[in-house]
């Protein structure tokens, strides 16, 4: 079974920290992403990552960046936590299928408070 | 973007009834998929419908899929208490091949014992 982990289930940060969320996968996927979720607004995309070292704004970028150096693992940092960054994070990988049926496995979620 | 539009936002069903979700989408596709969130959870991957097939079926669950309408259902059939949580659609976009899902907002489905 595809295993997606997130390192933290619960996170408490203080304004203007810098935070880093973890995820790792075991299933050699090329593909990595990083959604947060808040109420009302369902999944958006923040990063999405097809490649080590590469990567790709998704539709809120801002404030956030990403760090991809082994295929494995997929960092989402934030630079200077605030408020609003306060919500769910969830990490997913897929493999790269060219055409084909492409699923994401998700890890458990990150839930971020932001004091 | 969310090209995802799932109807209703919220469905409260007794025991033993069947739950219908609706999900919208604007653009061409590949296929659409069906994710399951428990919640404070991750989501977890239920079935596929390629774009040119019309319904599946997988256990309790049936999916259909009109790509002239843009629009899927999901039925779970003879409800259980567990299955209660929250149900995206997802769209694996014509254009681009970058492996990009786009997810809905989702129904929440509560599931009476």
């Known amino acids: 079974d595809v295993k997606v982990t997130q390192s933290s289930r619960y996170l408490v940060k203080r304004t203007g920290e810098k935070v880093f969320l973890e995820c790792v996968q075991d299933?050699?996927?090329?593909?990595m992403f990083w959604y947060r979720q808040d109420p009302g607004l369902g999944l958006r995309l923040i990063y999405f990552?097809?490649?080590?070292?590469?990567?790709e704004k998704g539709d809120i970028p801002e404030g956030y960046s990403v760090s991809r150096e082994k295929k494995e693992r997929f960092s989402l940092i934030l630079e200077s936590a605030s408020t609003n960054q306060t919500s769910m994070y969830l990490c997913?990988?897929?493999?790269?299928?060219?055409?084909?049926?492409?699923?994401?496995?998700f890890g458990p979620g990150t839930r971020l408070l932001v004091l | 973007s969310q090209q995802g539009e799932e109807d209703p936002q919220a469905l409260s069903i007794q025991e033993g009834e069947n739950a219908t979700m609706n999900c919208s989408y604007k653009t061409s596709i590949n296929n659409l998929q069906w994710y399951r969130q428990n919640s404070g959870r991750g989501l977890v991957h239920l079935i596929l419908?390629?774009?040119?097939?019309r319904e599946k079926h997988s256990g309790r669950l049936r999916v259909t899929l009109d790509t002239s309408k843009k629009s899927s259902s999901l039925l779970i059939t003879a409800s259980r208490a567990a299955d209660t949580a929250s149900y995206f659609c997802?769209?694996?976009?014509?254009?681009?091949?970058?492996?990009?899902?786009?997810f809905g907002q989702g129904t929440t489905l509560q599931v009476k014992p």
């Open positions: 997802a769209t694996d976009p014509l254009i681009g091949n970058t492996g990009k899902l786009i």
């Open positions: 419908i390629r774009s040119n097939e």
């Open positions: 299933m050699d996927h090329e593909n």
């Open positions: 990552s097809y490649d080590v070292k590469m990567k």
């Open positions: 997913a990988s897929s493999p790269y299928v060219v055409r084909g049926r492409v699923t994401q496995y």
